[in-house]
T-cell receptor
C-alpha cells in the first residue's frame, strides 16, 4: 500500500508570494491533517480535514488555509509568505477522525524556504 | 504554553543497553499518548501508543509506561540497536469535550545508539 505522498519535496519562494502544497493520503484514509515543523517550535498542528470538511484548526493566521477533495486528497495554501513561514510542512492521514486510537501516518514533507 | 515537554534534547546509549526516553505533559484532558520516530529527510513514523486507561503497553522491543498522577510517560527500548538512532517525538491527544482530533507534540529527543 502506498504511503502518504506530498508534492513538491522542496520549494523556494519569495516574501509576499503564495504557495500551494499537495498531499495524497493512504488509500482508504479519509482524514488528512497538516503540521508545521520548525527547529524552534517543533511540530505544530495546522488543521484537519475529514470528508472535505475542516474539523479542527490550530493557532495559525488566516494566511494558512486548506481544502480536501472528494478523493481525500488535500491541498494547503499559504498566502503573502513571510520569512518565518520557512519550515517543513508535514501531511498526515488516518482512517478515522477524532480518536487517538487511529494513529497518524505522515508523508515525508515539503521543505518550504522563503527568501 | 508547551503542554508536552521532552526535557532531554539528546540521549546517547550503547548498543544492547536500554534506552529510556521521557515525556511530561501538563494538560490533564489528554487521554491518548503516542510515540513517533523520525529519521532525517523523512516524516515521523508511528511507533507505539497508550490509552490513559492503561499504564503500560508493549510492542516487541518497545514499551511505553504512563504515570497519570505524575503526568509522565516514558518509552523504553530494549535492547537498543544502531538503527534506532533517530529523533523521538512524544505526542498527546484529547477527545474530551467534543474536541476534534489533533496531536500536541513535544520537541523531540535525539537518540544515538553507539555500536
Amino acid at each position: 500500500k502506498a504511503g502518504v505522498t506530498q508534492t513538491p519535496r522542496y520549494l523556494i519562494k519569495t516574501r509576499g508570494q503564495q504557495v500551494t502544497l499537495s498531499c495524497s493520503p493512504i488509500s482508504g484514509h479519509r482524514s488528512v491533517s497538516w503540521y508545521q515543523q520548525t527547529p524552534g517550535q517543533g511540530l505544530q498542528f495546522l488543521f484537519e480535514y475529514f470528508s472535505e470538511t475542516q474539523r479542527n484548526k490550530g493557532n495559525f493566521p488566516g494566511r494558512f488555509s486548506g481544502r480536501q477533495f472528494s478523493n481525500s486528497r488535500s491541498e494547503m495554501n499559504v498566502s503573502t509568505l513571510e520569512l518565518g513561514d520557512s519550515a517543513l510542512y508535514l501531511c498526515a492521514s488516518s482512517v478515522r477522525s477524532g480518536t487517538g486510537a487511529s494513529p497518524l501516518h505522515f508523508g515525508n514533507g515539503t521543505r518550504l524556504t522563503v527568501t | 504554553d508547551q503542554q508536552v515537554k521532552q526535557n532531554s534534547p539528546s540521549l546517547s546509549v550503547q548498543e544492547g543497553r536500554i534506552s529510556i526516553l521521557n515525556c511530561d505533559y501538563t494538560n490533564s484532558m489528554f487521554d491518548y499518548f503516542l510515540w513517533y520516530k523520525k529519521y532525517p529527510a523523512e516524516g515521523p513514523t508511528f511507533l507505539i501508543s497508550i490509552s490513559s486507561i492503561k499504564d503500560k503497553n508493549e510492542d516487541g522491543r518497545f514499551t511505553v509506561f504512563l504515570n497519570k498522577s505524575a503526568k509522565h510517560l516514558s518509552l523504553h527500548i530494549v535492547p537498543s540497536q544502531p538503527g534506532d538512532s533517530a529523533v523521538y517525538f512524544c505526542a498527546a491527544s484529547s477527545n474530551s469535550g467534543g474536541s476534534n482530533y489533533k496531536l500536541t507534540f513535544g520537541k523531540g529527543t535525539l537518540l544515538t545508539v553507539n555500536p
